[in-house]
């Protein structure tokens, strides 16, 4: 699914930089990213999913090298392969719990907005625990509930690979058990494969793989 080879990336000339000689990820799995704040976890992330783009090297995902794709087809592979969860959730505050959930469909002509998926969208947030607040404004909502919904946006177009940085960051132990067994269900329903940032020493034994930063990035 994942191959890295010969990264390099930089923040400006002389800003924060990564290096990556070589990493895979294989389809299907759960990975889980630790190392210390800023290590460069994030920026993995936004470099897996064609946010940031390489300097000098290659990123293949799912078979597209994103280091030769332009931005419009960057953005392309992102509506239909990725699905990011924020660590600032990017909600938006003028729109309702329902919407915020549906705003991929909303936004993007490429993903078609039909009955099946508003009832998707239901069941998501009845799993969350968030059915009884579809139509709350999303700025009424707490920390929490706010991070369920940047889930339930994020996997509700079924992407092939799961991008998560801190998803359970702000959330009691059930709640924070509750979104990892919904990203561990949606790996499992469609073979996607899951890339997760994450301090959270307790929820690292629900992944296949546990990677520290450092073991594969080389000093800039």
């Given amino acids: 699914m994942i191959q890295i080879e010969n990264l390099e990336f930089a923040y400006g000339a002389a800003g924060f930089g990564l290096r990556i000689p070589q990493l895979s990820i294989a389809a299907g799995s759960t990975v889980a990213i630790t190392g210390p704040s800023g290590s460069g976890k994030t920026t993995m992330l936004s470099l897996l999913s064609g946010i940031f783009r390489p300097a000098s090297g ?15 087809e960057r953005r392309r592979f992102r509506i239909r392969t990725v699905g990011f969860i924020f660590q600032n959730f990017e909600l938006i505050d003028y729109l309702d719990v329902r919407e915020n959930m549906l705003l991929p469909f909303l936004i993007n002509r490429s993903l078609k907005l039909n009955a099946a998926v508003r009832r998707s969208a239901e069941t998501l947030a009845d799993s969350v625990g968030l059915s009884e607040k579809l139509n709350r404004p999303v700025t009424q909502l707490s920390r929490g509930e706010q991070q369920r919904v940047a889930l339930c946006r994020a996997l509700l177009p079924g992407p092939r690979l799961i991008l998560a940085d801190e998803p359970t960051a702000g959330l ?28 959270a020493i307790s929820l690292l ?13 080389e000093p800039t």
């Fill in 58 to 72: 290659r990123i293949l995902v799912n078979g597209r090298d994103l280091g030769a794709l332009g931005e419009s």
């Fill in 172 to 199: 009691d132990a059930a709640n924070a058990e509750r979104v990892m067994e919904q990203l561990g269900e949606h790996a499992a329903r469609i073979g996607a494969t899951v890339v997760c940032v994450t301090h």
């Fill in 205 to 217: 034994d629900r992944f296949n793989r546990v990677l520290e930063i450092s073991t594969f990035l």
